[in-house]
């Protein structure tokens, strides 16, 4: 036998994962069933209500009778579409599924163990799990008025930073930073440090100072942006997303991701999606008819609400024995209506609603009167 006595640093008996891994609060996805098992709306997940394309749906089926074989694995005739649609070199798009891929291969590229980097305060979760797998540190800078705040972020770099995460508008906040002040963060930001902006939300947003971040991207040297088919396009179940950045960008997050990661249903249905104008166009008239609505509604019942740009709102509700965000969620379950509880996200007392459809809006508004006044 060889001496090992040179080597006495305790084997651990079993196998233990790499610093940082079980640090990570396990996500939590919104539920998709009622208490009592009879779900009416599920509006938990900022899901579209308005389905898929018919095209996108046709597209999958086509797939279906190919199941055998792999995949496009550059998914080219897909970031060929994206580049059409959006304006943008498809040589700089990178795929993935969902764009939650897309965030965790930019984390797992640019963070290692004593790097740290940046969200905010009521940011997206996945962000803080993305940083810890890749064994870097999370650092949180406070928001104002449930938004992101620039000085806060800026004042938080320090030379371990390497990245910054910004979802723009915000999940689940519904807020967003006018194009102005992501210039700024841009602007104070060093060069060596990779700016994430998450437009998962892009196209539902309609305000002339928003921008989502396809330029700075097209331009800078150390921005990113991610997008999603989940949200506005109705692919959540097809998990597809992408990225657009710099070529140096796009060429390390290509050589870490698996060589297959998008399924051929992801791609056939996105290329068809993203070329199926007239259902984004509809999505955005349901959102801009329904979000204004529920918003006014809820504030006459007097619950006070977030102003959202997104296809959702976060509900605040009153510090009051049987009238907390908890209580509100059980009546609402037991109504058939799921939302999201916000408690992880630092926002206990409040809960997130995805706009759904008209009778499903009127449902929630209703149900939430009469929890209200009961
Ligand atoms: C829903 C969402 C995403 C998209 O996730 P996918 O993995 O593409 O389904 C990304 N960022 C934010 C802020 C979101 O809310």
Redesign the pocket.
């Known amino acids: 036998m060889t001496d090992t006595s040179a080597t006495t640093v305790q084997t651990p008996a079993r196998p233990v994962p790499k610093p940082g891994v079980m640090g990570i609060a396990p996500y939590v996805p919104g539920k998709s069933k009622a208490a009592n098992g009879k779900t009416l709306h599920k509006l938990s997940?900022?899901e579209t209500p308005l389905g898929a394309s018919e095209a996108a749906r046709k597209a999958v089926a086509n797939v279906a009778g190919h199941l055998e074989l792999y995949p496009d694995g550059s998914a080219s005739e897909l970031r060929a579409a994206i580049g059409e649609v959006y304006g943008i070199n498809p040589d700089r798009i990178i795929c993935g599924a969902?764009?939650?891929?897309i965030?965790s291969l930019l984390a797992y590229a640019y963070l290692g163990q004593g790097d740290e980097a940046i969200y905010s305060q009521h940011g997206?979760l996945?962000y803080d799990i993305a940083i810890r797998a890749a064994g870097a540190t999370p650092v949180v800078a406070p928001e104002t008025d449930l938004t992101a705040d620039v000085d806060a972020i800026l004042s938080r770099v320090t030379n371990r930073t390497k990245l910054v995460f910004l979802?723009n508008p915000?999940?689940p906040t519904g807020t967003y930073l006018p194009f102005s002040e992501v210039r700024r963060l841009h602007a104070g930001l060093p060069p060596n440090v990779l700016l994430v902006l998450?437009a998962?939300?892009g196209e539902y947003v309609r305000r002339n100072d928003y921008e989502s971040g396809l330029e700075l991207a097209a331009t800078a040297d150390n921005v990113v942006m991610?997008r999603?088919?989940?949200?506005i396009y109705g692919l959540?179940n097809l998990?597809?997303?992408w990225g657009f950045g710099p070529a140096h960008i796009i060429d390390a997050l290509n050589r870490i991701r698996g060589p297959f990661n998008v399924s051929g249903a992801a791609i056939a249905a996105g290329i068809a999606a993203v070329r199926d104008r007239a259902f984004v166009d509809a999505a955005v008239a349901h959102n801009d008819t329904w979000l204004p609505w529920v918003t006014v509604e809820l504030e006459k019942i007097g619950l006070s609400v977030t102003p959202s740009v997104g296809n959702f709102i976060l509900i605040h509700f009153p510090d009051e024995d049987g009238k907390r965000a908890t209580d509100a969620d059980t009546y609402l379950s037991g109504q058939g209506c799921v939302l999201r509880l916000v408690g992880n996200y630092g926002l206990p007392n409040a809960i997130r609603m995805s706009i759904g459809t008209e009778a499903a809006n009127r449902k929630v508004v209703s149900a939430l009167a009469a929890f209200m006044t009961k």
Do not use: I, P, Q, W
Request: charged share 20%; proline share 0%.
């Open positions: 997940s900022n969902g764009s939650d891929e965030l997206f996945v979802a915000n999940n998450d998962a939300y991610t999603t088919f989940s949200k959540a998990r597809l997303g």
